[in-house]
């Protein structure tokens, strides 16, 4: 499991078949009307779905902490209370954390010949890094939360950097005639090409699936529905799109000159209103112009296909192609953060406590201009005994000509008290509803809880994070990975250098990769949530493993026990994957040299290592052979054998102790103590009597089952 260096080398095959997929099927006079029709339901779509667009920007703007014109109370103080905010925020990281354990191993590969394929895992989690998943994955579960709905696009990138640097060459006395022991310092320039898979993380309000009732995207073009984006191009990008011959160089420039005179949309500009969040004015784009990339089936030649459609307006088709991908599959993936029957996007979390945010925010500005009258006294005096009113200043040793009995104090009614309990109530009923756990929050001193409070809320936490981050692993995550690698089987053509874990890393120049086969040969599975695991299944892992090893093996006939796995894994969970494959080493990774090239080394006088899993009696009868012919007059092959004699000794007492009964005694439901030297088959680590428990130890009483909900303390 030792990190190494790798080549992986995936040869394409000649693609002469996929000229097709570059033809403009919109030049067809037919294909052209039914596409207007299908831009006509598109921009119907869109006016239908105003109304939840609107609703997003409300929700954006109480996650950005902006007020609104949904506040009632309008007074001296503008104070926003994020409370949502801070809900939004402990939900995205509990979530991430979870996806991305801190072991770093985030893809499961399965092959059908049943072997581990390393490079193909190292591969996809190299791809992982590269679109910088781990920062994308907290802002699409932030947009979950607030629009109801993940909504990515996976593509691929290929960008060249000319870098220049400094070499050395042999120096010319005369043309034609080097002086190799001169060399001189030349700057030459070279071109980079770095290609790899993008995650664009789309807003829900650019996003339309027809019908709206469908399933899945897919199921909706399937019936004969469509999927759009919206693009926001500038004039850069349209010509950058001509030049790719992505769209029609005719409608294309027409575009540019109708882009110039109106950019005006009905479709809220989730971009800008981000912008204008963080405090920039307009997205610095300028003018821009409104296309609609449109997925459909598509009637061509060769029966229905799925096709991608630029729209530029009512008659104006950019293009229509047919989809350029070879796995033929949807680049977008749109999934609901909850699932509803009848409809293809969610609801937003925020649809619940919206109200609660305003009632908040009116609450707290009226308890903060109460707190400000209620510094302030109020001071009563009659002006017809003090004249001298306009004397009554408030300063340091002020003098007041009146009578004490004409003038008195009051002091405003302390209303901000109960405003401060009122939000209180209502940030726990937020809390509750986006289900937040207190802990999760940063708080100042509260009343400590007990062990069973915090198990109860370890139990709550444990399952409202499975709730999201299985639906992000299986409808979000692992279709990325599926498409990462059947991209990297069409764009990538060249030998990629990557990090690689496992045996493979060592056997690199002793392998060959074949082309990766899309969906026959391996599946792909987001590992992550399953690889991070709390403190409570930790220690029934262990408990298990006790048990399993007290089991004589004639009671598992045409099984074998190999708790390899299972230690690795929590090695890699404890330690981490750098420090993992250092304590608990894979003896593999060392590799085994033939015999005869041992021979060669010693009868040099070099000392050759034993491998422990060297087939010790073959080796020793080659070197037999070998210090016959050669003799030994270092004395290595006497001493190399000797070394062979003693790790084969080893290797018989560790099968006779293996075949022996030895956890017969302690085995689940017997009564003796046990194995010799070894826990109790169930036993957990504990410390000596009076000593501590490590932090995050849960008790034995408080252990319950992980799929029942815990009763309310």
Known sequence: MAEEEELLNVEEDDTSGLKDRSKNLAKSKKTREKLIDLYRDVEKGFED??????????????????????????????????????????????????????????????????????????????????????ELIPALLRNADIEGQFNVYVDWSERERHVVRRVKRPAQVEPGIVAPDEEVEDIEEETLKSAHPTVEILADSDVLILPATASRAE???????????????????????????????????????????????????KAKAMADAAGIKGTGQGKFALVYETWSNVKTPDGWRLCRTYFGGADKVLSCMRNPYWSDKLPLISE??????????????????ADLQYLANDTVNE?????????????????????????????????WETSPNDTKFAEFPQLWKSGFEIVASIQQQVFQTLSVNPSQITQGARKKQSQAEVANEQQVDMLTTADVVTVVESAVLTPIIERFIELDHQFRDETLQIRAFGELGMRAAMQDIDPIQMNSRYQFRWFGVE?????????????????????????????????????????????????????????????????????????????????????????????????????????????????????????????????????????????????????????????????????GMIAQDQMRDPSVMPRRM
């Open 49 to 134: 779905q105003l109304p939840r667009s609107n609703d997003m920007q409300d929700y954006w703007d109480i996650y950005n902490c902006k007020l609104g014109e949904n506040q009632f109370y309008s007074g001296n103080s503008r104070i926003f209370l994020p409370i949502v905010y801070n809900a939004v925020n402990a939900r995205k990281t509990r979530f991430a954390n979870q996806i991305f354990p801190q072991s770093g191993r985030y893809v499961e590969v399965t092959s059908s010949d049943g072997t581990t394929p390393h490079a193909v895992m190292a591969l996809a989690e190299h791809y992982v890094r590269k679109a910088r998943l781990r």
């Open 219 to 269: 199921d909706a073009i399937a019936s004969g529905g469509s999927a759009t984006i919206i693009r926001r191009w500038g004039k850069a990008k349209i010509k950058a799109m001509i030049s790719e011959g992505q769209i029609d160089s005719k409608e294309g420039e027409a575009l540019i000159e109708e882009m110039s005179k109106d950019n005006r949309s009905h479709t809220p500009d």
């Open 367 to 399: 308890a903060a201009d109460s707190m400000a009258y209620g510094l302030m006294p109020i001071v009563m005096t009659d002006p017809e005994k003090n004249p001298k009113v306009g004397s009554m200043v408030l300063s340091m040793a002020a003098i």
């Open 336 to 353: 609901p953060l909850e699932k509803i029957q009848g409809s293809v996007k969610g609801i937003s979390r925020i649809q619940a406590v």
């Open 531 to 695: 690889a991070a695991r709390t403190m409570q299944q930790v220690q029934q892992q262990i408990a298990m493993m006790n048990i399993v090893k007290g089991i004589p093996p004639q009671l598992y006939q045409g099984y074998k026990l190999n708790l390899a796995p299972v230690i690795a894994q929590m090695m890699e969970n404890t330690f981490g994957p750098r420090l993992a494959p250092l304590v608990f080493e894979d003896l593999r990774s060392s590799l085994s040299i033939d015999p005869k090239k041992e021979n060669d080394l010693l009868g040099q006088g070099h000392n050759v290592p034993v491998h422990p899993l060297d087939n010790h009696q073959q080796h020793m009868q080659a070197h037999i052979q070998g210090m016959q012919e050669q003799g030994d007059p270092h004395g290595t092959f006497r001493a190399h054998m000797l070394e062979h004699q003693m790790a084969l000794m080893q290797q018989q007492q560790a099968q006779q102790q293996a075949l022996a009964p030895q956890g017969q005694p302690g085995m689940p439901g017997g009564a003796g103590p046990g194995s010799p030297g070894q826990p109790r088959p169930g036993a957990q680590p504990m410390v000596p009597r009076g000593g501590q428990q490590p932090p």
